[in-house]
C-alpha cells in the first residue's frame, strides 16, 4: 500500500456545499463491466477551491466515500474508517498509480483480487469493496480507527491510521448530508454458496422465475446487493421469503428459507445475511430460489450476474 506524507487535519464545513452530479438511469450504464455504480460527488460553494489543505477532488471523493456507506448500511464509525484510510493511502485522491500495482483511493492491488485496475479506479467500487471487507471483520466496531482499518488494508505501515482520526471525522461531519442519485453500489454478491439446480424459464408446464441454489439447511443466505426490505415473512409458494428494493426497479426475492434475520424496512447492505436456507412452501430440497425482477419483471439471474457481476452466480 501507498504510504502517505501528513495532510491538513482540518476542515471548514460551511465553506461547501455538496452536490451530485447525475447519474445514469438504466441498469446497463450503472453495472457495465461490472465497475459499479456512477455516483460522482462534486463540491461546489462560494469558498476557495480547498480549505485547511483539502481541495474539490479530495471533497468530492470524501462525500463518495460517506454516501456509499450510508447506502450500505454501514454504520458511522465505518464510515471514519474508511475516510482515514483513503487519506493515509491516498491523501482522497483517485490515484492511478501507487506502491506496486496499488491504485485508487485505497491503494487496492488487483493481484491481491480487489478487482480488475478498472474497477478499482471507479471511487464507488473500490469503496463498496473497502465496506465489505470491514464488515467481514468481527468486532471492528469495537476497534480503534487504526486496527479495524489495518485488519483491511494489512498495510506496512500498521499504525499509520490512527493519526488521520479526527480529519476523517471532520471530513464526515462536513459531507455526511450529501443526497446522492444512482446506485453507489458495486459488484453483486453471491447470495448462497451451493449448487445451481432449477435455472430459469420453462419447467414443468410452468415457468420458474428464478434461480434455484441447492444448500444444506442453515446455510447463511446474504443481500446480493444493498437496498431495502420491503417483505420478510410467510409467502404462498415460497415458505418463507425475503424481497429487497434496489435502486432503479430492481427487486431480489430469496425463498424456501427456514429462518428469516431481517425485518421490513429494514436497510441491508451488500453481503450483510438476511436468512437462512430451508426446505420450506413448494420445495423439492433444500434450497435458495434466487430471483430477480426488474420493473416487475423477472430475468434471468444467471445472466444477470454474468453481465454484472465479476463473480458470477453459478460458476
Partial sequence: MLAKMGIAAGICASLFVVVIAAAAGSIASLFAG????SLTC?????????????????????????AVGRQMGVPEEGWVVALATAIQESGLRNLDYGDRDSLGLFQQRPSQ????????????????????????VPGWEQMSVNDAAQLVQRSGFPNAYGRH??????????????????????????????ACTSGFGPRGGQYHRGQDIAAPIGTAIVAAVGGTVIDSGPATGYGLWIRIQHANGVITTYGHNSRNLVQSGQQVHTGQQIAEVGNRGESTGPHLHFQIDINGRPTDPVAFYRKHSGAGLCG
Avoid: K
Fill in 113 to 136: 483480487g480487489w478487482g480488475s485496475p478498472e474497477q478499482i479506479r471507479n471511487p464507488t467500487y473500490s469503496t463498496t469493496q473497502f465496506y465489505r471487507h470491514l464488515l467481514a
Fill in 42 to 66: 462534486t463540491p461546489v460553494g462560494s469558498g476557495p477551491d480547498g480549505a485547511n489543505g483539502y481541495g474539490r477532488e479530495q471533497i468530492g471523493n470524501a462525500a463518495t466515500i460517506v
Fill in 165 to 194: 482520526e479526527l480529519a476523517a471525522r471532520q471530513l464526515a461531519g462536513a459531507v455526511h448530508g450529501a443526497a446522492c442519485t444512482g446506485s453507489p453500489t458495486g459488484g453483486w454478491a453471491v447470495p448462497a454458496q451451493g
Fill in 34 to 37: 461490472g465497475s459499479g455504480g
